[in-house]
Every structure is written in structure tokens, then in C-alpha cells.
């Protein structure tokens, strides 16, 4: 699956910053691939008291397999569209196993 370079770039503090598209309420929690230059995520939680958000940071955590403070929700809390601080990945390493090829 092809993701979007653009939406992940180096935060100069040993980590990255995603831009991503958040789908609550999904069938089933999974990368859905790019849109509007950001990555789609699917995610099979409602979007009601933090749910997709807790639901969310658990995926990114069980996907990149990294420890829970690695991965913080840093601004669209309660919005769709939301960066997240990912500590300990480069750019390419991110995109390489959010897309399934590493």
C-alpha cells in the first residue's frame, strides 16, 4: 500500500509527526491507505469519551511495536484530522511498517 511521504516528517527531537485521517466507527481498526495527502486510518471505535482516540494510540502501539509513551496524539484530539508524536522511527521507517512492508 502506497502512502503519502508528506504526511510524516522528522520532529527533531528523535521522532516523527503523522498527519493522519481518523475513520471512527469502522468494522474493524487498519491503515485504509491515503487521502488528502494524510493517512487513513480506519478505526473500530466510536468517537465518543476518547474511545477512537484510546483505540487509536493502542493500534499505533501494537502495529510499530512500541512502548505506549512512544506514541502521543499531539493536536486534533477531538477532530478527525490529528498529528501524532511517534518517538524511536525515522520517516521511512513509519511509512515502511504502517504500509505493511517491513
Given at each position: 500500500?502506497?502512502?503519502?511521504?508528506?504526511?510524516v516528517t522528522m520532529d527533531g527531537s528523535g521522532g516523527v509527526l503523522a498527519d493522519l485521517l481518523i475513520q471512527p466507527g469502522a468494522s474493524r481498526t487498519?491503515?485504509?491507505?491515503?487521502?488528502?495527502?494524510?493517512?487513513?486510518?480506519?478505526?473500530?471505535?466510536?468517537?465518543?469519551?476518547?474511545?477512537?482516540?484510546?483505540?487509536?494510540?493502542?493500534?499505533?502501539?501494537?502495529?510499530?511495536?512500541?512502548?505506549?509513551?512512544?506514541?502521543?496524539?499531539?493536536?486534533?484530539?477531538?477532530?478527525?484530522?490529528?498529528?501524532?508524536?511517534?518517538?524511536?522511527?525515522?520517516?521511512?521507517?513509519?511509512?515502511?511498517?504502517?504500509?505493511?512492508?517491513?
Amino acid at each position: 500500500m502506497e502512502l503519502p511521504p508528506e504526511a510524516v516528517t522528522m520532529d527533531g527531537s528523535g521522532g516523527v509527526l503523522a498527519d493522519l485521517l481518523i475513520q471512527p466507527g469502522a468494522s474493524r481498526t487498519a491503515v485504509a491507505g491515503n487521502l488528502e495527502g494524510r493517512i487513513k486510518l480506519q478505526i473500530a471505535a466510536p468517537p465518543v469519551d476518547g474511545k477512537a482516540n484510546a483505540e487509536l494510540l493502542k493500534f499505533l502501539k501494537k502495529k510499530l511495536h512500541v512502548p505506549a509513551g512512544n506514541v502521543v496524539i499531539v493536536s486534533g484530539e477531538t477532530g478527525r484530522r490529528k498529528r501524532v508524536r511517534i518517538t524511536g522511527f525515522t520517516a521511512d521507517e513509519l511509512l515502511k511498517k504502517l504500509s505493511g512492508d517491513a
